[in-house]
């Protein structure tokens, strides 16, 4: 499955770097073209956090209201995303679907002369690229470490800052210093190639999230969530009772076949089209022939 990922990546690798002709621009235009097929799966990330946001001050009544009932409060507040279409996996997808990108671009740029330049052309990845003289070596002056823990640290930053408060607050927060010294950690041994590409991806991620959080998104107070809410609730329980009329009348039927009886059936009663004014039968009288005047009495 690996050897899949890294045959792929090197070979869409090795096309844009026939095109462009140097390794680092190579990985740099690969970065932008992987975020921007991701970009709609990012925006919708984006917007559905918003609402998230706007939903917060309900979510929060919720919590101090079954505070004592954790299963009710987990139904109550997955009622209330689905009212709203708010998935709450949006925010991991993302990057689960980076990861196997992250691991197929490692093992590429890890030993690309086997996966990038399999029929020659080793030579490209010794070409220096701004201070860097091999990009599947580590950096040695740690630059691109450095970028990549201060611009993952932004970029978590402001996207903590757009969600606003909440009860994962404080989570988020140690998050936040933790992601990315782990990525610096990381990137220390990593080749430089992929430090370039993370540092690349984040700082198309910063400018994405600031363009996107300037759309506006319609706001939803508290009032219209819990009157949506209560309208939710009144037509599941008329749909429960519909449906629980409609098993009756089963049953009766089925119990009625089994003892030989024919089903009811409503009966219909015919009106009359015009209401007589006493309790008689008004006949009308049909006129085939309309009288003519005798001219001999004129």
């Given at each position: 499955m690996l050897d899949f990922l890294y045959q792929f990546f090197g070979f869409i690798l090795f096309q844009i770097h026939s095109v462009i002709g140097n390794?680092?621009?190579?990985?740099?235009?690969?970065?932008?073209?992987?975020?921007?097929?991701l970009l709609p799966l990012n925006i919708k990330q984006s917007k559905s956090m918003r609402v998230m946001q706007s939903l917060q001050p309900e979510i929060e009544k919720l919590q101090a209201k079954y505070k004592n009932n954790p299963e009710k409060l987990q139904s109550?507040?997955?009622k209330l995303y689905k009212l709203y279409n708010v998935n709450t996996l949006s925010g991991c997808l993302p990057t689960l679907v980076q990861l196997p990108i992250i691991m197929g671009l490692f093992g590429a740029l890890r030993?690309?002369?086997k996966w990038v330049f399999t029929n020659g052309g080793a030579e490209?990845?010794?070409q220096s690229f701004l201070w860097l003289h091999n990009l599947s070596d580590p950096d040695p002056y740690y630059i691109l470490p450095i970028l990549c823990v201060v611009l993952t640290f932004l970029t978590q930053?402001?996207?903590m800052n757009v969600q606003g408060s909440g009860s994962q607050q404080q989570t988020q927060k140690i998050m936040m210093y933790v992601t990315p010294l782990m990525i610096g950690w990381f990137a220390i041994s990593m080749p430089a190639g992929v430090s370039l590409y993370w540092v690349v991806q984040n700082i198309y991620t910063f400018v994405q999230q600031m363009i996107v959080m300037r759309i506006p998104v319609k706001t939803i107070s508290v009032d219209e969530a819990e009157r949506n809410m209560e309208e939710e609730e009144k037509r599941k329980r008329k749909e429960t009772k519909a449906m629980r009329k409609e098993q009756s009348q089963m049953r009766q039927d089925m119990m009625a076949a089994q003892m030989g009886k024919a089903p009811k059936k409503e009966k219909t009663v015919s009106r009359p089209k015009t209401k007589p004014a006493s309790g008689k039968t008004v006949k009308r009288k049909t006129i085939t022939k309309i009288p003519q005047n005798d001219e001999r009495s004129q």
């Open positions: 390794y680092g621009i190579t990985i740099i235009v690969f970065t932008i073209l992987v975020k921007t097929v109550e507040t997955m030993e690309p002369t490209a990845v010794q930053k402001f996207t």
